[in-house]
């Protein structure tokens, strides 16, 4: 069968760079493909291709101005942020990054992607320097926890000179990743996934608690995605500072308690528990409501274990799929397989420790998926496509079982 974007409304937006001349191909790629596309140029964009062109490719009256008086009469950019059913970004500036990172709506693409609930995808493309800029990275890493598609950039010549990454994704690649989404959009539409993410505190005293480094983000990277795949998600939340992932119902919750309280009244209506969170396994046995205070003493703390949540979610009588994590700092596979097996689960996700740049505390990660009888290893990749790959494994199973 042959892909296409038939009768998809594609917004796409342009910014100013050399690259911009790749969009004109993009957008005839996605013409040809039975996108409608709608062209929105920011105001460096056209220093570098006129609107003309995008309009001869688009069929469509190409829009720039924040401030069109005709336009705006018929509230213009609140009419563009409902006729995008995706919107691409394609070059997408350090600038732009920056603007959408922050939430500003200071000219027509950062309105519009504010006014806009569609998914956005990017295709970044800038000088080196400032795609390695840690600016630029942190507002990367905003959008990507908010469930933007990032495509490319590509490493290699630049036209100013340089050498590196910073070159945008070919607009095959692009047209490639909106069809994979198309197909992948629904594949978990009616189902309800409920996940946990993140640490637990538990407290000694009004002052202090016990914690571990668990920032949410490999949690919140699923939520995005199920509820990107159409999936009524519920998102219940340890302590962290992320934003809730558009479409996702959020539940807060500190301690490992709480977590356990919230999962139990809330599993029943779904099909799925992913337990991404990293519950303390102990707390305090007596905690303190007032400050302990300080003395020359040594103080020892007397711990008490936690309820085992995942557990007992797949001990329930009508248990949903239970898909668990492991994280581990040595012999991580044969550890992982052994809480498979203990806790009961259906799947669960194996994934280091202890090793920079994976796991806890950041954006990439690596993870081995393994069940009763078999494993996968996923490559390592940032924990936004893991989060996919890992629900296009759930959503495949939830279809072998006829659920
Ligand atoms: O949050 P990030 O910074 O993105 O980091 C992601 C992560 C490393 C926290 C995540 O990928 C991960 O591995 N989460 C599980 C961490 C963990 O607690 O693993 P564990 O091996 O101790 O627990 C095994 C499983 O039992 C987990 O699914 C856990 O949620 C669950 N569990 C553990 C203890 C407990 N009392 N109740 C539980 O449900």
Known sequence: MTETLKGSRILLGVCGGIAAYKACELTRGLRELGAEVQVLMTVAAQQFVTPMTFQALSGRPVRSDLWDPLAEAAMGHIE?????????????SADCLARLAHGLASDLLSTVCLASAAPLSIAPAMNQQMWRHPATKANLAQLLQRGVRCIGPETGAQACGDHGPGRMAEPSQI??????????????????????????????????????????????????AAAAMGAETTLIAGPVALATPAGARRIDVRSAAEMHAAVLSEVGANEVFIAAAAVADYRPSTPQSRKIKRT?????????????????????????????????????????????????????????????????????????????????ALAPAPKTELARALLLEIAARLAQRGR
Request: charged letters at 20%; hydrophobic letters at 50%; aromatic letters at 4%.
């Open 296 to 376: 020359a003493q040594a103080l020892e703390l007397s711990l008490i274990p936690n309820p085992d949540i995942v557990a007992a979610v797949a001990a329930l009588p009508n248990r949903p799929l239970v898909v668990g994590f492991a994280a581990e700092t040595e012999d991580l596979l044969v550890h992982a397989r052994s809480k498979l097996e203990r806790k009961h689960l259906d799947l669960i996700c194996a994934n280091q420790i202890g090793v920079a740049g994976t796991g806890f505390e950041c954006d990439d990660n690596q993870l081995t998926l393994l069940w009763p009888g078999g494993e996968r």
């Open 80 to 92: 563009l942020a409902r006729f995008a059913e995706h919107m691409v970004i394609a070059p997408a």
């Open 175 to 224: 047209i490639a990743d909106l069809l994979a989404q198309r197909a992948q959009a629904r594949v978990l539409a009616g189902r309800r996934i409920l996940i946990s993410a993140g640490p637990t505190y538990e407290d000694i005293d009004p002052a202090r608690f016990i914690g571990n480094r668990s920032s949410g983000r490999m949690g919140f990277a699923i939520a995005a």
